[in-house]
């Protein structure tokens, strides 16, 4: 069974920092590269930035240099440190394999005021 519990979400002014985290099943986590994901109101979603089992990672141009993406093997977890947040990054964040399982977990919203 797939399960994917994000958290860390919150509202933030411009400039902030937030960190996301992501609690995986063990069985999809291990051998699988983890994406975050978002969704703001109206739009489609999309990745935000993804961590091979190794460790390599791939940022969307929109959070490069702000964003770092990490995994935690021990803990299968995911983490996602956004620091100078902008009011575009408001969104709902989702973590899921890459590509993606149909199944998605809850997802934190992250607001972001100017």
């Known amino acids: 069974q797939v399960q994917l519990v994000e958290s860390g979400g919150g509202l933030v002014q411009a400039g902030g920092s937030l960190r996301l985290s992501c609690a995986a099943s063990r069985g999809i986590f291990s051998r699988n590269v983890m994406g975050w994901y978002r969704q703001a109101p109206g739009k489609q979603r999309d990745l935000v930035a993804r961590i091979a089992p190794a460790g390599s990672t791939v940022y969307a141009d929109s959070v490069k240099g702000r964003f770092t993406i990490s995994r935690d093997g021990a803990k299968n977890m995911v983490f996602l440190q956004m620091n100078s947040l902008k009011p575009e990054d408001t969104a709902v964040y989702y973590c899921?394999?890459?590509?993606?399982?149909?199944?998605w977990g809850q997802g934190t919203q992250v607001t972001v005021s100017s």
């Open positions: 899921n394999t890459y590509p993606s399982y149909p199944q």
